[in-house]
């Protein structure tokens, strides 16, 4: 098992930044690939971004590309996901979730966070 605890949301401004933070326990961190996805109000869970086991891998959603910054820090069991220039259409409860690969479908993790709301005014 692995237990998953996001923090860092909050309400900001458009154009404004938050970081995003997934602390893991339980199993060995460092062997999951770990992702963000984001669910708004009526729609669908989303893929955001994945980062591989040794954080050489990236990828991203095309509605974030170059705006949102994924990292991992394997010796802190943390996860990160540094959001710049945010929009009104981000706002979502936004959930950290390990994986076997980098798979961008949610229904392949095995092990999610219980989200945290991130809110964007205009």
């Known amino acids: 098992q692995v237990q998953l605890a996001e923090s860092g949301g909050g309400l900001v401004q458009a154009g404004g930044s938050l970081r995003l933070s997934c602390a893991a326990s339980?199993?060995?961190?460092?062997?999951?690939?770990m992702a963000w996805f984001r669910q708004a109000p009526g729609k669908e869970r989303e893929f955001v971004a994945v980062?591989?086991?040794?954080?050489?891998?990236?990828v991203y959603a095309d509605s974030v590309k170059g705006r949102f910054t994924i990292s991992r820090d394997n010796a802190k069991n943390t996860v990160y996901l540094q959001m710049n220039s945010l929009k009104p259409e981000d706002t979502a409860v936004y959930y950290c979730?390990?994986?076997?690969?980098?798979?961008?479908?949610?229904?392949?993790?095995?092990?999610w966070g219980q989200g945290t709301q991130v809110t964007v005014s205009s």
């Open positions: 979730a390990a994986a076997g690969s980098t798979f961008t479908s949610p229904r392949l993790y095995d092990y």
């Open positions: 339980g199993r060995t961190f460092s062997n999951y690939c």
């Open positions: 980062i591989g086991w040794r954080g050489d891998i990236t």
